[in-house]
């Protein structure tokens, strides 16, 4: 493997993992501990922003290893960069929205799970790999 595969591997980890933890996994727990529920709320829409930022800034990286290796018509040809797109596009949209229109949180919501639900899908397909 190379770098590319291996950076590629890493960001993904962290980015569709930490979504799928947060909403998922963390944010129950929470409340199963009994935790005032503004709190939570609280927790939730910080962590939130935090991994959005984070899943765009993985999403970069995993889109220069793309265009690297498969040259950027895979941006709009390859499945990958279609769905790499799309979470660029949603947490892009999350922030806007987040910004100008917090009481949105609906659309906050259908950013952060079609993030999640892409990023599922990215983890389904192979790795870029440089074929030499």
Not at 33 to 42: F, H, M, Q, R, S
Not at 69 to 97: H, I, K, N, P
């Amino acid at each position: 493997m190379g770098a590319g595969a291996i950076s590629w591997l890493l960001a993904q980890t962290f980015w569709v993992g930490g979504l799928w933890l947060l909403k998922f996994l963390v944010l129950p727990a929470l409340a199963k501990l009994g935790l005032a529920p503004l709190l939570i709320e609280e927790i939730g829409a910080t962590l939130t922003a935090l991994l959005i930022g984070l899943a765009a800034c993985c999403v970069l990286l995993q889109l220069w290893v793309l265009v690297r290796v498969e040259r950027l018509a895979s941006l709009w040809r390859d499945l990958r960069g279609q769905l790499l797109l799309t979470v660029l596009l949603m947490a892009g949209g999350y922030f806007v929205v987040r910004q100008w229109w917090p009481d949105a949180q609906r659309w906050l919501l259908f950013s952060y799970l079609v993030s999640a639900f892409c990023g599922l899908l990215l983890v389904l397909q192979p790795v870029p790999v440089r074929r030499d």
